[in-house]
């Protein structure tokens, strides 16, 4: 085993294409309306739904609705307390944070 380790900064696979946190959303959201994630359409529709719902809170919270490690935490959030606006209960919050976890992957993977 080698001795040697490599570590990358959050930016290291922009060249191969891959979103970078300022555009996460927006290119996933592309990916959606572009059909290219269609085995994948409910868990997007599910995200981008609750991201809509979220602006509800935005006015009275410091919430960067751009931002998916923000969006990320906030689902988190809603699963603790149990509730989300929209989500009326902590099963449909885990499967709304399930549904965010495909949507990373499936954007990564597309992108």
């Given amino acids: 085993m080698s001795d040697v380790v490599f570590i990358l900064g959050a930016g290291a696979s922009v060249d191969a294409g891959a979103p970078v946190m300022g555009d996460f959303l927006e290119r996933a959201q592309r990916l959606l309306v572009t059909r290219k994630v269609e085995d994948k359409r409910e868990h997007f529709e599910r995200v981008f739904l609750a991201i809509s719902k979220l602006q509800v809170v935005h006015s009275k919270a410091q919430l960067d609705l751009n931002n998916i490690e923000s969006i990320f935490t906030a689902f988190e959030l809603a699963k603790i307390i149990g ?21 990373i992957v499936a954007t990564l993977e597309q992108t």
């Fill in 83 to 103: 509730h989300l606006p929209g989500f009326d209960s902590s099963r449909k919050i885990s499967a709304l944070i399930e549904s965010f976890k495909e949507v």
